[in-house]
């Protein structure tokens, strides 16, 4: 017999997300402080898990300002016992935690290795470097879902989002890098293998854990993005955006909607999916 469902007929009820509380790690970052103020935006309590600082302080006030609600915690994702206070911490002051949003990352941005050795060709890459991104970008979500997730499976209801990237499913494009014949001069970085790697296993630790939890109440989706416009070298932008159908990089606001549809009832029946947001640059 098909069992009932308490998703709501309304679209509109079914975004909402009013009284859930969202942990997002990663949530100081360029992306992290997006997603918190698209769950924030749809009724939810934001609690940003980053390195604290400065970044920590200013995100919670960018996001508390708009909409009225956000906490953090300062911590190391991949220090399994930090992750496992902040978590007790955030249930003993909400009692629950209904989303889980895995943004953090290794990138240049966060990196303490100078560029030379981030963007270090493959057959010279950093062991560091490499040790550091999967530790990061794999480890640390896994961690992120073993502490965060019992809580979501004792209340039988939780929404899961990995986020991967466009480069985890197909490869960098290298050429984007390089000089080529019509005067565009390259660039001097690249896609770290370890970025690339790290973020395919991501996008299978969600079908993984997907599968696992399924009959338990826990949907684990991936998000896979492509690259933001950051004031880019305009020279490069059109190199990138000549591999992308719609011509362009993504606007720093385009993933919002993503991000709430995912946390939030309209993607009630949706579990292992890994949702690419890219310009249609992985249809080629």
Known sequence: MQPETSVSPSVKTQLDLSGRVAVITGGCGFLGVQFAEALAEMGAFPVLFDVGGDAMDKAVAQVSAQFGQCDAHALDITDKAALQAATDAVVAKHGHIDILV????????????PPDRFFAAFENSDAE???????VNLTGVALACQVIAPVMLRQGKGSIINIGSDVGVISPDHRIYEPDEYGYPGQEFNTPAFYAVTKA???HLTRYLATLWAKRGVRVNAFSPAGVYRNHDPAFVKKLAACIPM???AAIN?????IAFLASDASSFMTGHNLVMDGGRTCW
């Open 102 to 113: 895995n943004a953090a990352g290794l990138t240049r941005y966060t990196c303490s290795a």
């Open 254 to 258: 385009e993933y919002k909607g993503a």
């Open 129 to 135: 470097v490499w040790e550091a991104g999967l530790k």
């Open 201 to 203: 296993g991501v996008i």
């Open 247 to 249: 011509g362009r990089m």
